[in-house]
DNA sequence: GTCATTCACTAGAACGTTCTAGGGGACGAG
DNA sequence: CTCGTCCCCTAGAACGTTCTAGTGAATGAC
């Protein structure tokens, strides 16, 4: 036999419950269940017995309700990006630690990011961390008027004040990339982009930035491109077709690469002794063996802690240094990039 | 400018702001917030233009301490399957308009499953549902002691007392498989599978099964592998050894097969006419052009359903059929299956 | 012996809602 | 006119917890 739940179904054990059954006032049961100091050591253990024995839970929103602060931060994501779960990966190991809940809220089909946002707000979350948000910088700015906002992975030049930015440097990123090929000995480095996703713009201008530092402008060459597998598919086709064909590429994201990759093996065009490829994200995609993707890796934990780091602190009332919080991307180079024949 | 929040921070507008201001008591106002009947047409609009003024948003948790239903179901799911954020569509999909808020609680490093539900319980879930759950079925029987649990996508024959099960029917999808590639000509055929992974056991058997029915017993090889591209490639590795070497191969999912197709690729077997490749899950990737991959579609919208309405259904009081609910899979045919040579 | 301090504990209010019970007024039926 | 109904509305309790303000006893300082 388990033991026994002492109540059935319907209703749960309340703190009264656990206070009769001890002996004591509802307010040293409350005191013991916070592990709060006020209690003497024997009736502490008694109290805990006594819980134990019915099966006695906490019930989070009395206790939210009752106290002024609820130590809940609400994350919004999107449940169609695999970099958002692991963000949230990380999230979650740095604000349990730090004492705060993490309350969920997902945006899916027919749930917009507005929905989302309005259950947090309704589950008195204190600040709101939103990954990758699309929202209209004002709308942004509307929401920071009323609790701290940290933004992660999308830019906001100055339009929405209020909103913390946490981001990775992309364009630092792309300069990398570009930096690994030229020291390999390319010239002919292509670019395919990812349209007009977040960390789009300022990948392409890193690339561009970049070839011009190398003395490569002339080489520049960006293909419009997207952020799936499809995209690099048909960035890399337009490729093979040009002339002269690049001898390396630069995906917008590991996805992308992968299309690049398919597209290349089929035409039988060898990787990386015929074209290097480079992807970004440093996903688990990159990391298979079989495809074993030089990219530049986004440094999530760091992310994750800093996006915490700040709306713990607004919360706190510490002063936080001014500007977004760009964290440096770091290339990893794996087996799809070498010098050119 | 924007409507002013009026309560610039710390305090948030109360039912009772809202009552003062429209000029009615607190009793009326929630009246109105809930959309209940018996409030006049003209004091309803009073009181919704004070709300709006004021940036008045109703306490979800004070709202719920009070109402004796919660009407809120817990979902626990894993960040790192994107299986789960599929389920986690339609569980939205299906939960909200039926008048159901959902709570998300993930499991991640370092949040194990008993803590992932921790959290549920105490914010007062009405009901649990788990995807994919890995714990012990004694486990799952205390939770389902105290309230209504549905387990998605794990089998639990008779061991789970209480535990609604939902899932696909994973032999009649290896079925399905095995009868179009033998409808193809197909009579070697390999299974490279799961391993230990949940459903895995019931796809070997169906393969098995299927063989045997269409008496290819002896053909039968089953190589061993798991939920990755890595094992995938690995068993297809061990394929092109084989002598004689199968026409065609089932995969234990997407993943796997993708890993089977790159590997392929990479040895310059065509794909469908040298060896045909069937996945199982349907996943964004196999449905991407340049995979095109035939498989063993699960009817995610059909099981997030189920899901929801056998827990509802608990917590309404009626009676449910016995036994499991289990969900036909479909074959999708693409471009990886064709005749032999 | 008196006073302050500490400690273990308690009564009761408070959090922001919803629910129960009921109070007036208007209206129609008899 | 009286009664019953219906409709709009309100007072006050309740939900399960934490917080505030204490109470009484024991300890220690002088």
Redesign the interface.
Known sequence: M?PT?AV??GK?PTLADVAARAGVSTALASIVMRDAKGAGAATRERVLQAAREI?Y??????R??RSHRSHLLGVRFG??H?FH??L??GI??VA?PAGY?IA???V????GEQRAT??L????CEALILLGPQAPA?RLA?LA???PVVSVARRLRGAAPGVEVVRTADDEGARQAVDHLVALGHRDIAHIDGGRAPGAADRRRGYRTAMSRHGLADRVRVLPGGL???DG?AGARALLDAAPRPTAVLAFNDRSAT?VL??L??ARVPVPDGISVVGFDDSHLAR????DLTTVGQDIPRLAELAVGRAIARLEGERIPDGEAVVAPRLVVRGTTAGPV
Chains 1, 2 share one sequence.
Do not use: C, F, K, M
């Open positions: 388990q739940p059935p179904h749960r099966g839970r906490p019930d989070a929103r009395a939210l309700l449940l169609q695999p779960s692991d949230l990966e979650y190991a349990e809940q969920l809220s997902a899916a089909a027919g749930r309005d259950t707000l309704a589950d008195r004002a509307e008027a009323q609790l799936t597998e499809e598919a299309g398919d597209t093996l089929r298979l063996a079989h495809i």
